[in-house]
C-alpha cells in the first residue's frame, strides 16, 4: 500500500455502488485497488491497473479511462472470490430457467410414456 496523504480513513469500506458522493479526480482509493495491482508509468503516475487474481491489466490513467472498466471486471472476474455474489445471482437465475426447463422436458415425457403406455 502507498501512503496516500494522511486521511485515509475508509480505505476498506465495501462501497456497493455509490458513486454519486465525493467523486475525485484521482480514483487511487477506489475500491477496485483492493482488487488490482496499481501499475505507474514513467512519470510516477498511475497509468494501469493489474487484476489480482487473473493477472489482466487494464489502462487506469483517471482522466482518460477512470477505473469502471475495472470495477467491471472485479464484479465478472472468474478468479475473483468477491465476483462471487454477482455469479451466484446469475446462477440462480439460470438454475431457475433450467428447472422450467426440465418441468417442460418431464410433462413432455410423461406425455410420451402415456401414449407408449397406451400403445402396449
Ligand atoms: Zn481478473
Not at 464484479?75 to 439460470?94: D, G, M, V, W, Y
Amino acid at each position: 500500500m502507498d501512503a496516500d496523504g494522511d486521511s485515509t480513513a475508509a480505505v476498506a469500506t465495501p462501497t456497493p455502488e455509490t458513486e454519486t458522493k465525493k467523486r475525485k479526480p484521482t480514483e487511487t482509493r477506489s475500491v477496485v485497488w483492493q482488487h488490482f495491482e496499481k501499475i505507474y508509468g514513467p512519470d510516477d503516475n498511475l497509468i494501469q491497473g493489474k487484476c489480482m487474481y487473473c493477472s489482466k491489466v487494464y489502462a487506469a490513467e483517471s482522466k482518460k479511462h477512470g477505473t469502471s472498466s475495472m470495477k467491471n471486471h472485479t464484479k465478472t472476474c472468474i478468479h475473483n472470490p468477491h465476483a462471487k455474489e454477482t455469479r451466484q445471482s446469475k446462477l440462480a437465475f439460470a438454475s431457475n430457467s433450467e428447472s422450467e426447463t426440465v418441468l417442460t422436458n418431464w410433462v413432455f415425457n410423461k406425455d410420451n410414456v402415456r401414449k407408449a403406455m397406451a400403445r402396449i
